[in-house]
T-cell receptor
Framework: NAGVTQTPKFQVLKTGQSMTLQCAQDMNHNSMYWYRQDPGMGLRLIYY???????DKGEVPNGYNVSRLNKREFSLRLESAAPSQTSVYFCASKLTQGGQNYEQYFGPGTRLTVT | KNQVEQSPQSLIILEGKNCTLQCNYTVSPFSNLRWYKQDTGRGPVSLTI?????NTKSNGRYTATLDADTKQSSLHITASQLSDSASYICVVSSSSGTYKYIFGTGTRLKVLA
């Protein structure tokens, strides 16, 4: 049981390049999330997916797209990277069922630098 | 505006000592409050979760308290260890709205031998 896995761990991009961050979970969770973490700020929600086939914008969605490929996988795409997207990106997943307060599990993060 | 504020920003203590971290929030309507531990270079890991009706919860040497009336929470660490060196993040969940999880900026704790 690997939990939440993310690839790659580190990435350096030039301005304008594109890339996809991958996330997978093996806990059969229905909800998945993408956050970014910047110095001096709390984690901010980029996009989330409440269930397979659905995605919704979070607090800071501009410049990103997501795909919920299946129940396990939720990818984040930067179409044209900008220096402002330099950050640490975290994927998380959670079981959402009957209004219960289940724990959110985080992946190890992807450290992205855009030059 | 929904906000979560944590204090202090950073803290240095000696191994074996106790410490208390603070979290004040203005999130409404309130659903639950969680404390996470984030080691350097890792993702956050949940320590405790408390709902409106709970005013204390323990997880080993970690004890969280919640005062829903004053909208304050604290995380008390007893007999600190070097492995407690990490950032501690307070997260408040709202029962309405799109951005249901509001994260604090964290308290960075360093435990010295």
């Amino acid at each position: 049981n690997a939990g939440v896995t993310q690839t790659p761990k580190f990435q350096v991009l030039k301005t304008g390049q594109s890339m996809t961050l991958q996330c997978a979970q093996d806990m059969n969770h229905n909800s998945m999330y993408w956050y970014r973490q910047d110095p001096g700020m709390g984690l901010r929600l980029i996009y989330y997916s409440a269930s397979e086939g659905t995605t919704d914008k979070g607090e800071v969605p501009n410049g990103y797209n997501v795909s919920r490929l299946n129940k396990r996988e939720f990818s984040l795409r930067l179409e044209s990277a900008a220096p402002s997207q330099t950050s640490v990106y975290f994927c998380a997943s959670k079981l959402t069922q009957g209004g219960q307060n289940y724990e959110q599990y985080f992946g190890p993060g992807t450290r992205l630098t855009v030059t | 505006k929904n906000q979560v504020e944590q204090s202090p920003q950073s803290l240095i203590i000696l191994e074996g000592k106790n410490c208390t971290l603070q979290c004040n929030y203005t999130v409404s309507p309130f659903s639950n409050l969680r404390w996470y531990k984030q080691d350097t270079g890792r993702g956050p890991v949940s320590l405790t979760i408390m709902t409106f009706s709970e005013n204390t919860k323990s997880n080993g040497r970690y004890t969280a308290t919640l005062d829903a009336d004053t909208k304050q929470s604290s995380l008390h660490i007893t007999a600190s260890q070097l492995s407690d060196s990490a950032s501690y993040i307070c997260v408040v969940s709202s029962s309405s709205g799109t951005y249901k999880y509001i994260f604090g900026t964290g308290t960075r704790l360093k435990v010295l031998a």
